[in-house]
C-alpha cells in the first residue's frame, strides 16, 4: 500500500486500536502514540496497546495520552514486522486477518496485514508516520512532533549508524521546527542511565573476553551471574553493542543463557564482517551488522561452536 | 563578512595557509583540510598548519594530503575564536593583523582577523564551510564532504545537543550523497575506545561520589591516583561529561589535580542549573552548561568549598 492510499484509508475509516510490539522501543512507542495523536486530531477515536510495560524514560511520549472509550473497528500494527512480535499479551491479535493495517520500514516483514505499507528503505517506522503526515498537508501538534523525532532518533542511533538516509534527517529538521526539546530527549534516550544499568555495563566490560587478536569480544551472561550479581535482570537487556566498542574489534558476541543449555546469540560486526550471514549458520539472521541465533548445548560447547565459525570467518 | 565577500575573495587570492586551534577537535581538522581540499580543486595553493599533533583517529580527515611548496600570501584561521588558540606552536601568527582571514563559529570571537566569517547560529565552522561551498556553486570531492560531515558531527554530539539546528541536519542530508562512510566516522568518533580509556572511565565511575539525592556527583582525579593506576595519564582527558550520565545528577563535577594543592574543577549541569555561574564564584567561566574553574587548597579544603557551594545552588 502506498502513503496516498494510507491516507485516504485513514481518512475513510475510524475507531483504531494501534499495536505496538513486545519489549517496546522507542520506534514503536513514538509510531503508535505519535498516530494516535494524530487520528485523535483528525476528530477520529484512536488508543494504543501496548503488550509489555516500558521503561519510565519513555513515559514523555505519551503526555496527555488518555483511553478512549469506543469499539475497535481498525486494528494497525506499528513497527512490527512479525506477528510475533506482539509478544504474549496481545497474541490474541496474531490470528489470521485480524490485523487490518500495517505500517513498518522492516524489510523482513511478513505482510501478515490486510492491507501493508512497508517501507524499508525508511530508517524508522515514525520516519513513514512523518512522510505520511507530510503528504496529508494536515499539521501536526508538538507533542506528536516529540513522538516520531524520538522514533527516527533511537532507531538511527541518533543518526549515527548505517540505516540513516538522508530522508531521516531532512525529517529531523523537519521536526525541530517544532516545541520538541531535541537535546533532552536525546539526553534522555542516549546518556543517561540508572547505577544499576552502569552497573551492569561495568561488569560485562570487565568479564569481556577477546580473542583473534582482538578481532573478537565476547560476552557471556549465565542465569546465575546475572541473578546473583545483584543487579536487576532488566538492566542486562540490550548490552549487544557493547563488545564492539572497544578499538579494533570486528566481531562483538553476546551470549545470554535462555534456559538449562540454550543460549541465545546476539552478534554485532563492523563493515569486515556480515553479521547476518554468521548467523545464519546456526539458523538465525538479522542485518548485515545485526543478527542473532539460538544455540543449544552446555557453555562450553556453545563457545566453542561460536569460536570455531568466529575463526573461520575471520580467515584464521 | 558575508558568505557572498568571502566567496569573492577566496576566488581573488592564492597561496593559502589554513591554521587549525590547538588540542584539535573534529570540527577545526574538518575545516582545515576540508577548505585546503576545497581551494587546491580550485587550482589554488594551500596548506594546513596544525599547532598539536592530533588524535590518530582523527587521520583519514587528511587522506591524499601533501605538503605544497609556496610562499603564503593569505593566513587563514578556522573555528578559532581568540588567537590564544592558537597554542604555542603558532603563537607567531597571534601577531596583530598577521591573521587575513577567520572562519568560525563562536559568539565569543575576538574578530581578531582582518576578515571576519562568524555565523554564532551555525552548529560548527564546517557547518559555515558547506553553505559557502553550496554558495560558490562548485562541486566538491567525497574526502571534503567527509571533512565537513566529520565537523558538523563532531560538535553536534552526532546531532544529539542543543546547538543542532535544522541546517545541521539539512548539511548532512546533503553530505551524505557523497561517498563518506558516515556510519564508520561516527563509530569511530562516538563508540570506539581505547582498552585503556576503558578501564579510565570504569575507575571513575566506580570511585564517583554522590551528595544532595544524587543530585550532584564528583569525580576526585589526584596526580598519585592517575599516575599508580597503571592507567596512561592520557586516557584521563574529557571525563567531564561522565557524572551527568547517571539519572537524576543535575550538576557533575570532576576535580582533577594541578599541582600541590591546585585542582581544576570541570563542571557540567543540565537544565536546572547554571555551570557558567557556579564557577564565576571560584573565579572562573565558560557556558551555561559545561564550565571550569581553579582552587587553591587542600583536596579536602577544596571539596568542602564546592561542595557548599552546590549545596547553596540546589537550596539545601
Redesign the interface.
Known amino acids: 500500500m502506498e502513503l496516498e492510499q494510507l491516507n485516504r484509508y485513514l481518512e475513510e475509516h475510524d475507531n483504531y486500536l494501534i499495536l505496538t510490539h513486545k519489549s517496546p522501543d522507542g520506534d514503536t512507542l513514538g509510531a503508535g502514540f505519535g498516530l494516535c495523536g494524530f487520528l485523535r486530531s483528525m476528530g477520529k477515536n484512536a488508543n494504543v496497546l501496548n503488550s509489555d510495560n516500558f521503561p519510565v524514560r519513555y513515559n514523555f511520549l505519551y503526555d496527555g495520552y488518555y483511553v478512549q472509550e469506543f469499539e475497535p473497528e481498525c486494528i494497525v500494527a506499528v513497527d512490527i514486522a512479525d506477528t510475533q512480535l506482539l509478544g504474549c499479551h496481545l497474541a490474541k491479535y496474531a490470528a489470521d486477518g485480524c490485523i487490518d493495517l500495517c505500517i513498518d520500514h522492516h524489510i523482513s516483514n511478513t505482510g501478515y496485514a490486510k492491507h501493508n505499507c512497508v517501507d524499508a528503505d525508511a530508517s524508522a517506522a515514525c520516519l513513514v508516520l512523518y512522510k505520511l503526515f507530510k503528504l496529508s498537508g494536515r499539521e501536526i501538534s508538538d507533542q506528536v512532533a516529540k513522538c516520531l523525532y524520538t522514533g527516527i532518533a533511537t532507531d538511527t542511533g541518533?543518526?549515527?549508524?548505517?540505516n540513516?538516509?538522508?530522508?531521516a534527517?531532512?525529517a529531523?529538521?523537519?521536526l525541530?521546527?517544532y516545541n520538541i526539546s531535541?537535546?533532552?530527549i536525546?539526553?534522555r534516550m542516549?546518556?543517561?542511565?540508572?547505577?544499576g544499568r552502569?552497573a551492569a555495563e561495568?561488569m560485562v566490560?570487565?568479564q569481556m573476553e577477546y580473542f583473534f587478536d582482538d578481532k573478537c569480544a565476547v560476552i557471556t551472561l549465565t542465569t546465575e551471574t546475572i541473578n546473583s550479581c545483584g543487579v536487576e535482570p532488566a538492566e542486562f537487556e540490550g548490552l549487544a553493542?557493547i563488545p564492539?566498542?572497544?578499538?579494533g574489534v570486528q566481531i562483538g558476541i553476546t551470549i545470554k543463557q535462555r534456559h538449562e543449555n540454550v543460549y541465545k546469540l546476539s552478534v554485532r560486526t563492523?563493515?569486515e564482517l556480515d553479521a547476518s550471514h554468521f548467523c545464519q549458520r546456526f539458523g538465525g539472521g538479522g542485518h548485515i551488522r545485526a543478527a542473532g541465533c539460538e544455540i543449544t548445548g552446555t557453555l562450553e560447547e556453545v563457545k566453542a561452536q561460536v569460536l570455531q565459525a568466529v575463526k573461520e570467518q575471520l580467515g584464521y
Chains 1, 2 share one sequence.
Open positions: 541518533c543518526f549515527k549508524y548505517e540513516t538516509t538522508p530522508d534527517h531532512i529531523a529538521a523537519g525541530m521546527k531535541y537535546a533532552a536525546n539526553r542516549f546518556d543517561v542511565k540508572s547505577k552502569t561495568i566490560i570487565q553493542s564492539l566498542m572497544t578499538e563492523t563493515e
